[in-house]
């Protein structure tokens, strides 16, 4: 078993100390290369989740105005600036937003949080993503 398999920490310390040194004929390239994948992968994931918090937000809005309230507002307003900040400071997470795979998967987990926090039936949310993007980011959207 390398080190890479039984201590990451470790394994990813060894291989910046290689780096730093020079030494690159002593490097675990092929883990490496999976590593630098895995970070534009992280930041994909954490893209589609804040848009599946700020989705499910909405839905909320939208179908429970009753239960408006700052909570709410503040998680929505919160959620489109971290989008918006996460978009700048890496533009080729934009990529995702032509993705209709990656909006299936924010959209589906966003209705299946906002049915789990409402007690409102999956089902009765829209199948079809009913807003587009410049809609859901602008702050003076609230659905209705």
Known sequence: MSRYETDVVAWANEQAALIRAGRFDQLDIEHIADEIEDVGKSEQRE??????????HLLKWQY?????GRSWSLTITDQRE???RRLQKTPSLKSS???SDWWADAWHDARRQAAHETGIEYSVFPKDFPW????????????E
């Open 47 to 56: 893209l589609e989740s804040r848009m599946a918090v700020l989705l499910a």
């Open 64 to 68: 429970q105005p009753e239960r408006r």
């Open 82 to 84: 971290s989008i918006s």
């Open 97 to 99: 937003l032509n993705d």
């Open 132 to 143: 587009i993007f410049e809609q859901i980011m602008n702050f003076e959207f609230w659905p």
